[in-house]
């Protein structure tokens, strides 16, 4: 493997509705085997599944590096991530029950918990592989199959996946993937033997894939994007509240659903806050991923690289002030140079109703904005049709647990930033989508509940 900057990796060619069919068809097959193994059973292979991962980290790692652009040092927590996911979905599968109610003269019911069947995931350049297991995790510990489609400009790594599930042993096409852009996901949405969909991506692609599902009466998982507060008060640990602030914005080159890039700082300790910011993001070693002393790689693409500046020539026309970076980058490496690099940037003097602020940029742009009062800072962080995620900086834990409990947020972070255990529930309110990947809560999205009632006695006719 090798950094490959501005230059095409290799090319796929698109699945069409033919092999949309072929691959659900396929899925289905495998379904019928899979869905009757026990949970323990599934466990078994999902646990082979997951000890492959573990045991070529470093392989996957790279490949998902150059596949995305990030860090190789972020390459390997995400596909941690990645097995730890199907481990504990694994444990879960053995699980998974319905209840007993006992009714009056010896009657009872039970519930049933059932798979849907062949299940949709579409997933995001950024986190390639490790969407990938967030979705396929829980469906498959459900008893489902899963067709998935990547992003066309990330399509390698979840191919490696195909292939892990393969080995460790699930039935033959009961993970498929298939490659290909917006048409490819219609296929898959209006495919009438899809019994779900699970989609990671932008706000309008989220509103087209729910309106296609709406038509199939599909349940949908929706995680969609972000401009989510990172409120940083004058009683917090400031070294702690810095580190934060950095990982809420330029993790991924920034290119991250949950990024907390509305930094409010109490106005107390802005200056002290904005300086020690400024300085900590102009010592990120940008350059080749693969290195491991690099902590910023390349966006993801020349396009989305040029909407990121566009973003930061509009503050600058709309007041807002650059402290630090928002420039090309350009590495000593000759080879690098056609790589999509930018210089993390910082911008003061924001307010509330700029561009900057208002809008999803998923770049290495982190805006501070003051605030004076608890109250205040809340209403602001809610002034957004966004609601994924939330951060907390303070030592008075009443008040941490106050504000989150006061933010409209799905996912709320208190003197931490971007941590997400696979225990815990993920996703957003309001425009950022419903539904929830990870912990218990997944479960809920990728079965249903039959209810059986059975009565011991003679039938009750009114006839």
Known sequence: FKTCPGRVLCKVPCSGEKEVDLAVQSAKAAFKIWSQMSGMERCRVMLEAARIIREQRDEIATMETINNGKSIFEARVDIDISWQCLEYYAGLAGSLAGEHIQLPGGSFGYTRREPLGVCVGIGAWN?????????????????????????????????????????????????????????????????????????????????????????????????????????????????????????????????????????????????????????????????????????????????????????????????????????????????LKNGYYMRPCVLGNCKDDMTCVKEEIFGPVMAILPFDTEEEVVERANATKFGLAGGVFTRDIQKAHRVVAALKAGMCFINNYNVSPVELPFGGYKSSGFGRENGRAAIEYYSQLKTVCVEMGDVESVF
Not at 170 to 185: E, M
């Open 127 to 335: 986190y390639p592989f490790q969407i990938a297991c967030w979705k396929s995790g829980p469906a498959l510990a459900c008893g489902n199959a899963m067709v998935f489609k990547p992003s066309p400009f990330t399509p390698i790594s979840v191919v490696r996946l195909a292939e892990i599930f393969t080995e460790a042993g699930v039935p033959k096409g009961l993970f498929n993937v298939v490659q290909g852009g917006a048409a490819t996901g219609q296929f898959l949405c209006q495919h009438p033997d899809v019994a779900k969909i699970s989609f990671t991506g932008s706000v309008p692609t989220g509103m087209k894939i729910m309106e296609m599902a709406a038509k199939g009466i599909k349940p949908v998982t929706l995680e969609l994007g972000g401009k989510s507060p990172l409120i940083i008060f004058s009683d917090a640990d400031l070294e702690n509240a810095v580190k934060g602030a950095l990982m809420a914005n330029f993790l991924t080159q920034g290119e991250v659903c949950c990024n907390g890039t509305r930094v409010f700082v109490e106005r107390k300790i802005l200056d002290t806050f904005t300086k020690e910011v400024v300085k900590r993001t102009q010592k990120i070693k940008i350059g080749d991923p693969l290195l491991e002393d690099t902590r910023m790689g390349a966006l993801i693409n020349r396009p989305h690289l040029n909407r990121v500046q566009g973003f930061i020539k509009q503050a600058k026309e709309q007041g807002a002030e650059v402290l630090c970076g928002g420039d090309l980058y350009v590495p000593d490496d000759p080879k």
